[in-house]
């Protein structure tokens, strides 16, 4: 499996650009990146992803390097709300032709107020 | 409206026991999953359900039995629970079984064996 490295926290304040980086060196030309987001007692909630180019949302941007060896995603405007694991995926393996997400320890974001 | 719905919320039961959690989507989709999260927060696939047919098995006790009745609907009975099935049980659901389709997520089942 592609593995992920994210740093175990990180701070925030407010009203900031809160940047979570993903290191993902052993990615292969058809695996996807993923971000999903697990706010406190919920369950795990789809953010974005993402093959070779950068993409926008509502919620967040995804930067790709060109090497694809790594990602940043960008919650342009963090709130309090936006506390929460964040959780990058590289490693989507397909069992008959299925998904499937493996997860990591993810990155726990605080937003500061 | 909820999209994933889990039943029940809680569930708090003695070892030896079967019970059975119930998951409904009304987001249309083909694809269902059951997560177990540990309580060191590991999210792990246990299985995968497209139309009705399993299509993911992972390495899971027999004592775990999903079942879908319909597209909408993945239930989970587990035999005999054990301390260790202690966990929080996501159910979620994807347009598709493909790796294109975002999943959907439950708010969870948190089971506790005594």
């Known amino acids: 499996d592609a593995k992920t490295t994210q740093p175990t926290s990180m701070d925030c304040a407010e009203g900031r650009a809160a940047n979570l980086p993903c290191n993902h060196s052993?990615?292969?030309?058809?695996?996807?990146v993923y971000w999903y987001r697990q706010i406190h007692s919920q369950g795990p909630q789809y953010i974005i992803h993402?093959?070779?180019n950068n993409e926008t949302n509502e919620m967040a941007s995804l930067i790709i390097t060109e090497d694809r060896k790594s990602s940043t995603l960008i919650l342009p405007h963090a709130t309090l709300r936006d506390t929460a694991v964040y959780y990058c995926i590289v490693r989507v393996r397909e069992g008959q032709g299925a998904q499937k997400l493996v997860f990591g320890q993810g990155t726990r974001l605080t937003i500061n107020p | 409206d909820t999209a994933v719905s889990q039943t029940p919320k809680y569930l708090v039961t003695q070892m030896g026991n079967d019970k059975s959690i119930k998951c409904e989507q009304n987001l249309g989709h083909d694809t269902m999953y059951w997560y177990k999260q540990d309580s060191k927060k590991f999210l792990k696939i246990m299985f995968s359900y497209n139309n009705k047919e399993l299509i993911i098995n992972e390495t899971v006790p027999n004592r775990f039995s999903p079942k879908s009745p319909d597209k909408a609907h993945l239930n989970l009975h587990i035999n005999s629970l054990e301390l260790g099935d202690s966990a929080v049980y996501f159910c979620?659901?994807?347009?598709?079984?493909?790796?294109?389709?975002?999943?959907?997520f439950g708010d969870g089942t948190r089971l506790s064996i005594l």
């Open positions: 052993t990615i292969s030309g058809n695996e996807y």
């Open positions: 993402g093959l070779k």
């Open positions: 979620a659901s994807s347009a598709g079984p493909g790796q294109y389709q975002p999943q959907h």
